[in-house]
């Protein structure tokens, strides 16, 4: 009897753990919805296009690169940012409630995204440090259209 | 009687402290995951982005330039 009375409670509280974790509670635990998770990565990405500037400008600082290779790299973070920049208005336009903006949101997202991919593909300054923060910026990109693929509308 | 009482609720509060002790690197996980847009809205991330995205333009153009 003890036992069972135990038993229920455990798994009572258990559950409103699950149940707390996987909704809003008041403390602000939440699980993200599809497209938070999206815009979570492209923050990474902002983050990481950011750092890629600032570790070019400190390289030719230390006069690793020159000022024409400087230039390039210049050159191409500045598309790579302008064509995140458009993924950014493009996806806070998406409304998770309305299935056809969800639908061609997800194409529209998509698309820019690989657009991004194309053009820190063309980096290529034979820099082992640029070209590794490059790679960590294409990884995030990447995740980000695995994210966008998943994205479902939410029903309200 | 009143000392087996006593004795199941205190085995009964082990055993919940337990199972919370055990549960704490996950909440533990989970609020650190939130932490650092911990109640904004998509609206206030995205204009977080767009001054993180007009703070990279800026340094791009710098090394376009051509002073050194």
Do not use: W
Not at chain 1, 75 to 90: F, H, P, Q, Y
Not at chain 2, 40 to 45: I, K, S, V, Y
């Amino acid at each position: 009897m003890r036992f069972h009375r135990q038993k229920k409670f455990i798994i009572v509280l258990a559950l409103i753990c699950l149940v707390g974790s996987q909704t809003a509670c008041p403390f602000g635990v939440k699980t993200d919805s599809d497209i938070e998770k999206v815009e979570k990565k492209l923050d990474q990405t902002a983050n990481g296009l950011n750092a890629l500037a600032k570790t070019a400008r400190e390289l030719y600082r230390q006069n690793v690169i020159n000022l024409q290779e400087r230039k390039l790299a210049g050159k191409i973070i500045e598309e790579a940012n302008d064509g995140l920049e458009k993924v950014s208005d493009r996806v806070i336009q998406i409304d998770p409630a309305n299935p056809e903006s969800v639908k061609t949101g997800k194409i529209d997202v998509e698309e820019l995204l690989r657009k991004v991919i194309a053009k820190l593909n063309e980096f290529n300054l034979g820099n082992q440090e640029l070209q590794l923060a490059v790679q960590a910026v294409v990884l995030t990109v990447n995740e980000a259209i695995a994210l966008v693929k998943l994205v479902k509308e939410v029903r309200r | 009687m009143p000392e087996t009482k006593t004795s199941e609720t205190l085995d009964s509060l082990v055993k919940i402290l337990m199972l919370m002790n055990g549960m704490m690197p996950i909440l533990h996980g989970l609020l650190e995951n939130e932490m650092a847009t911990v109640g904004l809205t998509r609206q206030e991330r995205y204009e977080l982005r767009k001054k993180l995205i007009s703070e990279t333009r800026m340094i791009a153009d710098d090394l376009q330039s051509d002073e050194s």
